[in-house]
């Protein structure tokens, strides 16, 4: 079944602080939709993440605990190493954007392709920048005069910077949307993002004064600007795989993976994904991304997660406690893939108990006790028996990744009926040989419960896997019960 290329994208984090929910649930989503081109449609995959630092943020949250922004993005970059670790992500790439070799001379070369297109403008501005969005906002954005996404007064900045005419490309990005050459998903978003586009695109700032963002990459012929942090980063996914290093080489990953890009975002920042980023690729002449993905926000009993509320949820403490794969399970399957979903401990453990300890554990041990108990050997299993339902890959074509997870589930609580129905621990004493062959199709059955969990929760898999290979129940519990 040797398929396309595949190649996803996270948004690249702000290192101003530790890894959170949101960036957990971006992250776990590329890793399972990695995983399943990768390990069931058997495709090439290619997965980038990384860190957007060249910001003003950072060089705050630096200056507030007496680092440079080199020493403090390293720290928080080391630390998410470890955290993508413990989730078990398989990221091919973790790109920063304070790397002067691998970044730089792509944001340059694309910035210089810009200004060749006669795209790039110099102009004097007054206006309130928010440093939560990284971005100018306008005094109708503003709610009790602070941008509401992210609780804070916006700064009056008058500076004179260069703009970048995104109105110039309104009618063709409309148009790439419209048409699905960029296909939104899900079809809210891209509605959403059509009516913006019909009001039409006001141009950009495109850069900041050097003296107020010194840590950034400098405007090509111009050091006394640097690059505005949203250009900068957006590139990140076409420098990463070379593009302005050796991306007209014939086996650079760029010329492999691009276009073929999925972008995975939250929808918050929708514009800048489905606007800022094809304006500027229409404009440096370069091809338009295939998907974009967008989320909802996990809030924590209804609400936006907040040091203030009290209500901020730790992955690290969640994974600690209940293990890795019950966090990725709970991402994946509790929280929708295209809306906001919710999370707070109580539910995340109701969760824990009734599917993982009570449905896919007990199941696991029920069988595999059975086994262990009346076959002989281990079921032989074929690669024919590994069954991949057209609805699981439907609903992962559709990006639905929640309903792929549901399916599995209803297999799980079709081999429980199974058990319920025909009693095989009973029918050993009078059948024995249809009880073993009841036995064997559970086992069958586990097998590729496990196969096509493996996206989802890759160890549970391998445990299962394992288990049945050896004809013995698990020695510990898959979840253990808290
Ligand atoms: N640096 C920019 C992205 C640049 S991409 C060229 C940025 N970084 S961020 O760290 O603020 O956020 C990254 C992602 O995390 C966004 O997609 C955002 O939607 C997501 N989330 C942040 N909080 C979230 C939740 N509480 N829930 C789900 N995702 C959320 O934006």
């Known amino acids: 079944m040797k398929g396309d290329n595949f190649y996803i994208t996270t948004p690249i984090y702000y290192p101003n602080g530790l890894p959170h929910i949101g960036h957990a649930y971006t992250t776990t989503v590329c890793d399972v939709l990695t995983r399943y081109h990768k390990n069931i449609l058997k495709e090439d995959t290619y997965f980038l993440t990384g860190t957007d ?19 403090f993005t390293k720290e928080v970059v080391d630390y998410f190493g470890n955290f993508y670790a413990q989730l078990n ?8 954007t304070s790397d002067k070799e691998v970044h730089w001379p792509g944001a340059q070369k694309i910035w210089e392709q810009l200004v060749a297109s006669g795209d790039i403008y110099k102009k004097s501005y007054k206006g309130l920048y928010c440093i939560g969005a990284e971005a100018f906002v306008t005094e109708k954005d503003l709610v009790d005069g602070k941008c509401p996404d992210h609780d804070e007064v916006p700064t009056e900045l008058e500076e004179e910077n260069y703009f970048f005419k995104l109105s110039k490309y309104t009618d063709q990005i409309r148009n790439a949307i419209q048409s699905d050459e960029i296909k939104i998903i899900p079809e809210t978003r891209k509605n959403e993002i059509l009516s913006l586009l019909d009001e ?11 003296k107020a963002i010194p840590w950034g990459i400098p405007v090509p012929d111009d050091d006394s600007q640097t690059i505005y942090v949203w250009c900068d980063a957006l590139t990140n996914y076409v420098t990463a795989l070379g593009y302005g290093r050796d991306d007209d ?31 500027m690729l229409l404009s440096a002449g370069l091809p338009l991304p295939k998907k974009i993905l967008v989320h909802g926000m996990v809030l924590s009993d209804g609400r936006k997660m907040s ?8 992955p690290k403490q969640l994974m600690e406690k209940y293990g890795t794969d019950a966090l990725r399970y709970y991402l994946l399957r509790e929280i929708p893939s295209f809306e906001d979903g919710d999370m707070t401990e109580d539910r995340f453990a109701e969760a824990y108990n009734a599917n993982l300890v009570n449905g896919l554990g007990n199941l696991v041990n029920r069988i595999m006790k059975m086994a262990e108990d009346n076959l002989d050997a281990p079921v032989a299993l074929t690669e024919s028996d590994m069954i991949v339902p057209e609805d699981y890959t439907q609903a992962f074509a559709e990006y639905n990744i929640q309903k792929a997870a549901d399916i599995i589930w209803q297999q799980i609580a079709t081999a429980d009926k199974k058990i319920q129905e025909t009693e095989p621990f009973k029918l050993i004493k009078t059948n024995p040989e249809a009880a073993k062959e009841i036995i064997r199709e559970l086992v069958v059955a586990l097998a590729n419960i496990s196969y096509l969990l493996e996206p989802f929760v890759p160890e549970t898999a391998e445990k299962i896997i394992t288990a049945v290979m050896a004809n013995q129940k698990p020695e ?5 019960r808290i």
């Not at 910001?55 to 200056?63: D, G, I, N, P, W």
């Open 53 to 71: 630092e060249n910001t003003s943020k950072v060089v705050k949250a630096a200056e507030k605990v007496g680092k440079s922004p080199e020493e």
């Open 249 to 279: 080489s014939d086996d650079s990953l760029y010329k492999k993976f691009w276009p073929s890009a999925t972008h995975v975002i939250g929808k918050d920042i929708l514009r800048f994904h489905a606007a800022i980023w094809p304006g």
């Open 307 to 314: 040091k203030t509320l009290g209500n901020v949820i730790d």
């Open 200 to 210: 039409g695109l006001q141009d950009v700032s495109f850069s900041r004064p050097q």
């Open 476 to 480: 510990e519990a898959l979840f253990p």
């Open 89 to 96: 992500i398989a990221n091919d790439q973790f790109i920063r």
